[in-house]
């Protein structure tokens, strides 16, 4: 039987300092100003600061050694090799690839897939270049200015959260030009009436994203889009005003767009960390220009390279993994609070919910052994200031949740009044500097006599401190350090599974409920059209869905069509 990393003598050592780390107090760590100053790093102007994490010099010596027993170096090499680490789907984990230089080699059984990547960017920068430029307009001869790319999970997420931090760049806005970027993810026909109101076909492009081109949701949202087009300019517009992001062109085809303005991505790409394949890059690229969207690429690069050649007490994605090991699997603290101090990136932590919780919520090793400690964390957040007027009061006083704050230098949209004390972005900040050091010191039932709280105050007035958090700090928030946060994350995570011993790159556990889904399709549609009574589902289940058809029962069996309007 394959060893788990439970059974390495670092673990061992790592489980028996658990209880040196708790006769610590954060309070007492802090003083140490040489701790401190090993505890910060430096890197292309990005600031990292883990002083403030339930850890000591020695708490790190020991996590370096199980990053060696774990063979993380070793790992890391063959991920960047296109070695099959994918074991479960036989597959390369290449995402790196996609936002190498062009002079990079990086082969994948035994090709070089730098080439192929680049022939699909260049495509992307001629599409979106002839669609931003008006040289490709709709079937009416107008300018296709709005843009709803379709798409769902990592076809969704991460270019969401790129496109909520572009919006308020400078450079980002006013490339962007009065054009429109939205996304239609859910099912839902809410979802297809709020990204269709206010648009028009004839000024419209759909991007739909699919690998396969079969993914229930995201197909039935494209052919509803479809109609929304072919019912108002006719059919043949839809090839003039629908393009996919597939590599199943015998479907692109058949569905009615032009295998010709179909953009690839890969096996090796998996979906959440698609951003910088052709799934991210084209509706980027078609709302914000390509020379945008490539230095969001060349960041992510930065810390690529870092990632793979920097040692592991210089290497940001190592450390942050190997504290977020520490604080789950040692500490015993499941979850992460992602607190990024700009409203720009108030869709970051819904995405790194998606890389880091499909990735590593595993159950069993990557060799199949059950595993007797607990992997992966719940990941949360919401920007700094709306999250300490939410969910902060559990963080000081509740369960324990390590942090990560994330405060940027200089804002996206600076704001100046006269005769305040601050500006509104040094307002911002200064809750960004004082809340890790209000969560690591806390505050004491002596220091609230002395300030004369009433005694029957001080039990609810009194912060027990010693919760761990790191901080962050970006010069600026642009193409190019978005791509820098998004690595940072990804790079964090496979780490993470690295040192579990889990695959972090595949996602066994969705297709379940997918499978059920199905059987319920097949049921409404046989009840809808042909009256047929539930069956072959447990009692709660028939109950519910014959209590759904009974109140449903003015849907039509054969509905003429309806598009929503709002």
């Known amino acids: 039987m394959a060893t788990l990393i439970s059974d390495t003598a670092p673990w ?52 370096f050694k199980l990053a060696e027993a774990a063979h993380l170096k ?16 036989n597959r390369s984990v290449l995402h790196v690839a996609l936002r190498a230089s062009k002079d990079t ?38 300018p296709l200015t709005n843009v709803i790319a379709i798409g769902i999970g990592g076809s969704f997420l991460g270019p969401l959260f790129v496109h909520t931090a572009l919006q308020t760049d400078p450079e980002a806005s006013k490339s962007a030009g009065g054009r429109q970027l939205r996304f239609l993810a859910n099912v839902d026909p809410v979802d297809v009436a709020r990204n269709i109101t206010g648009l028009d076909p004839e000024t419209t492009l759909v991007v739909v994203v699919s690998k396969t081109f079969t993914t229930a949701e995201t197909m ?9 087009i072919s019912s108002t300019l006719g059919p043949q517009a839809v090839s003039k005003h629908m393009v996919a992001v597939s590599t199943n062109l015998k479907l692109v085809e058949k569905f009615g767009i032009d295998p010709n303005n179909a953009f690839a991505f890969w096996d090796w790409v998996g979906g959440r960390y698609s951003v910088c394949s052709a799934v991210g890059v084209l509706p980027l690229s078609l709302q914000y220009g390509f020379p945008v969207v490539e230095k969001f690429l060349k960041g992510a690069r930065s810390i690529d390279q870092q990632f793979q050649s920097a040692p592991f007490e210089k290497n940001i994605p190592v450390l942050l993994g ?21 409203q720009a990136l108030e869709k970051l932590a819904p995405h790194i919910q998606q890389v880091s919780m499909e990735s590593n919520g595993k159950g069993v090793s990557i060799d199949g052994v059950s595993l007797p400690f607990e992997a992966g964390e719940i990941d949360f957040g919401e920007p700094g200031t709306n999250g300490q007027h939410s969910f902060y009061q559990l963080i000081h006083q509740g369960r324990v949740i390590p942090c990560d704050f994330i405060g940027i230098v200089k804002s996206q949209q600076p704001v100046y009044l006269r005769d305040e004390v601050v500006n509104n972005h040094d307002e911002l900040m200064s809750n960004f500097f004082a809340q ?8 004491t039932p002596e220091q609230l006599r002395s300030e004369n709280v009433a005694s029957h105050l001080v039990p609810h007035k009194t912060f027990t401190g010693n919760r761990p958090s790191l901080s ?40 379940l409920g997918k499978s059920l889904a199905s059987q319920v399709r097949k049921q409404l549609h046989a009840s809808r059209k042909k009256g047929e009574s539930v069956e072959g589902f447990n009692f709660s289940t028939t109950k ?23």
Request: charged share 25%; net charge negative; aromatic share 10%.
């Open 436 to 443: 890790p050091d209000a969560l690591a010191y806390g505050k």
């Open 220 to 228: 039935l949202n494209a052919r509803t889009l479809r109609e929304w």
């Open 544 to 566: 519910m869905l014959t209590k759904y058809l009974k109140a449903s029962e003015d849907v039509p069996s054969e509905p003429t069509t309806l598009l929503p309007k709002i």
């Open 105 to 142: 080699t990086i082969n994948s059984d035994g090709k070089n897939v730098v080439p192929d990547v680049w022939q699909v960017l260049d495509k992307i920068k001629e599409f979106s270049d002839k669609v931003r430029n008006g040289s490709w307009v709709g079937a009416t001869g107008k």
């Open 322 to 342: 190997l504290l977020s090991v520490w604080n789950v699997s040692f500490l015993g603290y499941p979850a992460r609070a992602i607190l990024p101090y700009t």
């Open 74 to 89: 070793e790992k890391i090499t063959s991920m960047f090799n296109g070695e099959h680490i994918n074991s479960t789907e």
């Open 472 to 511: 962050l700090l970006l010069p600026s928030l642009d193409a190019y350090r978005i791509g820098q946060l998004l690595a940072m994350y990804e790079h964090r995570i496979a780490v993470e599974g690295f040192i579990w011993g889990i695959n972090s790159f595949d996602q066994w556990g969705v297709e």
């Open 12 to 63: 061992k050592d790592l489980k028996a300092h658990v209880a040196d780390i708790n006769k610590t107090h954060l309070r007492d760590l802090m003083s140490d100003n040489d701790r401190c100053k090993s505890m910060m790093l430096e890197f292309d102007d990005i600031f990292l600061d883990y002083s403030r994490q339930c850890a000591t010099l020695d708490t790190m010596s020991k996590l």
